[in-house]
């Protein structure tokens, strides 16, 4: 009987070790977002080097979606376009117009059309369920002024091996563009006590390539991020509306 006890407890010590990693690493991540989050407002940190022009940006949102549905709509590269007021334009390449367009490298978004002709693709071109996989896309971006038609031809990797315990990542880099730099990731995890909701965390770097003021900077990407995100929830009413009517 005592062996017993002792294994039993020797076995709830260890499923605490297991777990409480993952609580400390959840908690870790910016825990000066959480009043934000406890109002269902959207969290943005913008900063900046001195004397720089990369600005590093954070961002804490949630969802109250499960997290399959949210992955879909941040995955949807077409139609960024159409969702966000910060874009004019967003599209999916296949992998052959991504490698002629980093062997060429276009020098403006005028070559970028030229080069690649008007062929498309469906914004999970490629897609493994489940695994992990290649995405390349553009984003044309239609910013505020200084900040106005900035583009980028990015590769991504999407994560999705983890999909069952409800977690994906989403990692960019851009090789292609006017921007000096625009890089980052972004990944989606459950909510600690609250079933069916979704996290979205992520952090980029940008550098448009030319000087600007950085209390401009901080305004228009804190606005950005928010504004996409309330954009996101309004998709995703929308489908959700959809599919209860389909179901009734």
């Known amino acids: 009987m005592r062996l017993i006890k002792a294994i039993q407890a020797f076995l709830f010590f260890l499923s605490l070790l297991a ?17 934000t989050l406890q109002k269902g407002e959207t969290w943005v940190e913008v900063t900046f080097k001195k004397h720089e022009y990369k600005a590093h940006t954070t961002t804490r949102a949630r969802y109250p979606f499960p997290v399959q549905e949210v992955w879909r709509i941040l995955i949807d590269t077409n139609t960024y376009k159409d969702r966000y007021s910060d874009y004019s334009d967003s599209r999916t390449l296949d ?61 991504v990797k999407n994560d999705e091996s983890q999909g069952s315990k409800g977690k994906y990542r989403y990692e960019y880099e851009t090789l ?29 770097d940008s550098d448009p390539g030319i000087q600007y003021p950085q209390f401009l900077a901080k305004s228009i990407f804190r606005a950005s991020m928010k504004k996409s995100v309330e954009a996101n929830k309004k998709v995703l009413e929308e489908k959700s509306g959809v599919a209860k009517r389909n179901v009734e």
Not at 27 to 34: C, T, V
């Open 19 to 35: 777990f409480s990693p993952v609580c400390r690493a959840y908690d870790s991540f910016h825990p000066e977002a959480e009043e």
């Open 95 to 155: 992998k052959n117009q991504f490698a002629l367009v980093v062997r060429k490298k276009p020098d403006s978004i005028r070559g970028f059309y030229e080069l690649i002709g008007g062929q498309d693709f469906p914004s999970e071109y490629g897609r493994k369920p489940g695994g992990v996989w290649t995405s390349y896309i553009l984003q044309r971006f239609n910013l505020p002024w200084p900040l106005n038609d900035r583009w980028a031809v990015s590769k």
């Open 176 to 204: 292609v563009g006017n921007f000096k730099t625009l890089e980052g990731y972004w990944e989606l995890l459950p909510v600690p006590g609250k079933p069916g909701w979704t996290e979205f965390r992520g952090e980029y």
